[in-house]
């Protein structure tokens, strides 16, 4: 499969295409990655060095990308933080081409936007780019809980709530919508959770809570289910992603590492050995 993917970029540690890219490669995807800002780090650290991208040429590379020929053959494109609207209209024209050249191709969105206990981390105005413009032409959408709350008006309390939310978001125009970060009152103790909404049905799967913090794993996440979901289908996509997931994280904080490994933890990106159980709950 070939992918599109069009986000960020840091030298250092994973965030962004940083994030996304090999997981896709390790899994035998083919990817074109198109950066929106290339900095030295990601901005958890405080500092960052480099350059935001200009909308203008991030569409001079995806127009140098089709130029070549790729469209006809791209199964999908993927995005991830959007800075400003630009940058959106940027992304949505390249799926609009991609999808002219290709009408089998999909598009998935991490909407990425906030978090429980942070709240809104991008300007004003973008959430609302994102619901209004951005999400509905996706075809795939990866919110966490706090983000499937702004973007479909819903109050998530419950597992029932969450359902309900992701159908009102799916009523937007995604098919599929991914919610990570769950945390309900029906999520076990010790536990976090994802959930995969579709028209044909719904399921959850449960992992472990580490207490650890990362940047980029919504990132990483998003990949994986978009490259399961192509080659095997929502419902496989959510239990290998969570597989890998753990599997990853779990290394990461066994060896106190403030980055994700993904390198030393590649072997779980393409056999994870730790499997969990899907739940169907509707």
């Known amino acids: ?9 840091v030298a250092y540690g994973h965030a962004g295409n940083s994030a996304a890219v090999f997981p896709l490669q390790r899994l035998g995807h083919d990817v074109y990655p198109v950066l929106t800002v290339t900095f030295s780090n ?5 500092a960052t060095r480099g350059p935001l ?13 089709e130029e070549r020929g790729a469209f006809p053959s791209i199964d999908a494109v993927l995005s991830g ?21 290709n009408p089998a191709a999909i598009y998935c969105c991490d909407p990425v936007m906030g978090d429980v206990g942070r709240g809104f981390f991008v300007r004003e105005g973008i959430p609302e780019y994102m619901r209004d413009h951005v999400v509905p032409k996706a075809d795939i959408v990866t919110p966490n809980q706090f983000e499937l709350e702004f973007l479909s008006g819903r109050t998530v309390q419950t597992q029932d709530d969450l359902l309900a939310a992701a159908d009102q978001l799916r009523a937007t125009g995604p098919d599929v919508v991914l919610v990570t970060s769950a945390h309900t009152s029906d999520t076990p103790d010790g536990s976090i959770q994802m959930a995969c909404v579709t028209g044909e049905g719904a399921w959850t ?4 809570m580490l207490p ?9 996440t998003a990949a994986l289910f978009l490259a399961h979901v192509l080659t095997d289908g929502p419902e496989v996509a959510l239990r290998r992603t969570a597989a890998t997931m753990y599997a990853v994280l779990e290394r990461t904080h066994a060896e106190g590492s403030d980055e994700m490994l993904l390198v030393a933890g590649q072997d779980a990106i393409a056999r994870p050995d730790k499997k969990f159980e899907i739940t169907r709950v509707r």
């Open 1 to 9: 499969m070939k992918i599109l993917s069009i986000q960020s970029h």
């Open 42 to 46: 990601h901005t958890g650290y405080g």
């Open 53 to 65: 991208i200009a909308p203008a040429d991030v569409a001079e590379v995806i127009t140098g990308v």
């Open 81 to 101: 933080y959007q800075g400003a609207e630009s940058v959106g209209e940027v992304v949505l024209d390249a799926v609009a081409r991609v999808k002219a050249a």
């Open 205 to 208: 799967v449960t992992t472990p």
């Open 212 to 220: 650890m913090t990362v940047r980029g794993g919504g990132d990483v």
